[in-house]
């Protein structure tokens, strides 16, 4: 039997969300990232797909158009700086340079700057003028002082900068009045006027500019009168510049009220008076007796004392007045001044008054405009070698010391000068020297090469001379081999000698040490030659102990310059064939080679260690010794 189950119903809400499509038209510089991650870099249609908001796909056809950022470069000449319309920088030297821009489509434009820089040039004037100034281009006009600049443009260079350094003196502008009599002479000396007006003249001022001026002028004439007068004794006209003594119709001109002359006709009556006479001298003034006058300048003087209805009595003074002096002068003196009157010193600049005696007994005032110059003093200290004497100076000093020596300056106080003196002492020595070959001067200025008394000088301690008298004895090494086949001999005697092997290290051999050697085995054998302390080494000479002579060994081999420095020049003296030129120490190391193709001179290029060297030229059935010294 089958048994079903009762149904069991499930209720499902379902919500059913659905994909979206999109198409988009875009547009990019270079490339472009999609929606998803991807990178597309060319135009064309792409479809892409990313979840929407509900997370279903969202299917996007996107019309892509990709504009390529550009690139240019330019060539530019600017002037002191430039910069790219547009751009953001500035540059203000040459050089090669790089700015972004956009450009049409607004994608980086790139420009590359091939830049040069010129600078604008600039100079500089001071110029001074009266009231205004123009400037060198002719387009401005100033009117005061100042610095300015101004920019002259130069076709195809940069503009010229100019600054002018403006100084502005103004002209005057005065007005005065001025009355003269019968005329007047203009300021600047160039018009007579007479007539009473108002005119303008022109006069340069302190600074160089015109000064202009306004002048009132009122021209005053003379006048005349006519007086009568009756006097005692005597009549002047008051200001007048006569006096007369006599009745008569005299004429004087004196001036009137304005300034000008007045012209007086004197109809004059003189009457005598009783009178006495009395000769005076007085400084400066005399007063009268009576007390009622005195007078200041010399001359006759009268007083008149009453007489009753006559003419007064007359005193007559034959009076001499000695006036006072008064002067200026201007000194100039050193360190102090004594006044005229010798009562005081004065030590300084300033202006004094002093009273003296003048010549007829009254006072001298005398003005001193007084200068004190100081005496300069300086101090040196010197060191000299025997004696010293200061440049210009009339002293030579031999011993240490303070000193002091005035010069004369002139126009000006003498200059005191003080010297602290050191004085080193020169030297004398006697040098006894024996040498080998030659011998270096103490002061390393001379080389001598033979015996003898030589005076040399070096500096000594204190810096002065040392004057060396040298007694020098040359020991010369001759150090030169005579070659008799296989006999060799020292050419210097009364030495002392060791003969050495050259191809065994320069090794002494054993018992030759007499002037002769006598070869028994084929080898290269030198000697040493010493006399007193001197020692020289001959050059190596070749020997062969053979059946067949078949090596001819030549002496004759020239090598210059001896001392070398830097390279020397072999001449062999004849012709030969090619061979090989090799440079040895004394002990018989090789430290150059070099081939050799018969030529008659070569140039040896050497630069070792200073000493003596053996040099052998080696060819097919010849060998050429000699010896080189390299300093």
């Known amino acids: 039997m089958c048994i079903r189950d009762s149904d069991s119903i499930i209720t499902i809400d379902l919500t059913i969300n659905l994909s979206t499509s999109s198409l ?56 002191d700086s430039y910069s790219i319309p547009g751009g953001s920088q500035t540059w203000t030297e040459s050089g090669i340079y790089q700015d972004t821009l956009l450009n049409a489509v607004g994608c980086d434009s790139i420009v590359t700057v091939n830049l040069t820089i010129n600078i604008s040039p600039s100079s500089e004037i001071t110029a001074e003028a009266c009231d205004s100034y123009t400037s060198p281009t002719g387009t401005q006009t100033w009117t005061t002082s100042g610095i300015y600049q101004e920019i002259i443009p130069l076709p195809g260079e940069c503009d010229s900068i100019i600054t002018v350094n403006l100084t502005i003196n103004h002209s005057d502008t005065v007005e005065v009045e001025v009355a003269a009599c019968e005329s007047y002479v203009s300021p600047d000396g160039t018009e007579l006027w007479t007539v009473s007006g108002t005119y303008l003249d022109t006069i340069p001022t302190a600074s160089g500019c015109d000064s202009f001026m306004t002048i009132i002028l009122t021209i005053l004439s003379p006048s005349a009168s006519e007086i009568t007068m009756e006097a005692c004794d005597s009549f002047s006209l008051p200001g007048g510049t006569q006096t007369w003594t006599e009745s008569g119709i005299y004429v004087d001109t004196i001036p009137n009220a304005v300034g000008c002359d007045s012209v007086v006709t004197v109809n004059l009556t003189i009457n005598i008076s009783p009178g006495s006479e009395i000769t005076a001298e007085a400084c400066d003034s005399y007063t009268s007796p009576s007390g009622a006058s005195t007078w200041t300048e010399s ?46 010193t004065w030590t300084e600049s300033g202006v004094y008054h002093d009273t003296i005696p003048n010549a007829v007994g009254c006072d001298s005032v005398v003005t001193i405009n007084l200068t004190i110059n100081i005496t300069p003093e300086t101090e040196f200290t010197i060191d000299a070698c025997d004696r010293y004497t ?26 005191v000068v003080t010297v602290n003196l050191t004085i080193h002492l020169s030297t004398t020595a006697d040098l006894s020297v024996t040498a080998c070959d030659s011998y270096l001067s103490p ?23 040392s004057f060396m008298t040298v007694d020098l004895t040359i020991i010369t090494i001759d150090a030169n081999v005579t070659q008799d086949e296989t006999l060799l001999t020292a ?16 090794q002494p051999i054993d018992g030759e040490t007499s002037q002769q050697f006598a070869a028994v085995t084929t080898g290269n054998y030198a000697v040493i030659v010493t006399s007193g302390d001197c020692v020289d080494t001959s050059a190596c000479f070749n020997v062969m102990i053979v059946g067949t002579k078949d090596v001819q060994v030549l002496s004759d081999l020239k090598l210059y310059p001896n001392p070398a420095t830097d390279h020397f020049v072999i ?6 064939g090619s061979g090989v030129i090799t440079v040895s120490d004394l002990q018989g190391r090789e430290v150059y080679s070099t081939p050799y193709r018969g030529e008659e001179r070569v140039v040896v290029p050497f630069e070792g260690p200073s000493g003596m060297y053996v040099v052998t030229l080696t060819g097919s059935g010849y060998r050429i010794l000699g010896k080189v010294i390299v300093e």
């Open 390 to 415: 200061l440049p210009g100076g009339t002293q030579t000093w031999t011993e240490s010391g303070v000193y002091q020596e005035v010069f004369d300056t002139a126009g000006e106080c003498d200059s």
């Open 491 to 506: 050419d210097m005697t009364d030495a002392a000698y060791q003969w050495i092997d050259c191809d065994n290290g320069n």
């Open 299 to 344: 001359g006759t003087y009268f007083e008149y004392l009453p007489v009753g209805g006559a003419c007064d009595s007359i005193v007559t003074f034959n009076l001499t007045i000695h006036h006072s002096t008064s002067s200026s002068v201007d000194a100039t003196a050193c360190d102090s001044y004594i006044s005229p009157d010798g009562e005081e």
């Open 24 to 79: 988009l038209d875009v547009t990019a510089c270079d490339s472009l990232v999609s929606p998803s991650g991807q990178v597309w870099n060319t135009s064309g249609v792409y479809h892409d797909v990313i979840p929407n908001e509900a997370g279903c796909d969202s299917n996007m056809t996107i019309n892509l158009t990709i504009i390529n950022s550009s690139s240019s470069e330019i060539t530019i000449t600017a002037c």
């Open 443 to 465: 002061s390393a200025g001379e080389v001598w090469t033979e015996s003898g008394i030589y005076l040399d000088t070096i500096t000594n301690q204190a810096g002065c001379d």
């Open 571 to 576: 001449e062999p003296g004849r012709v030969l």
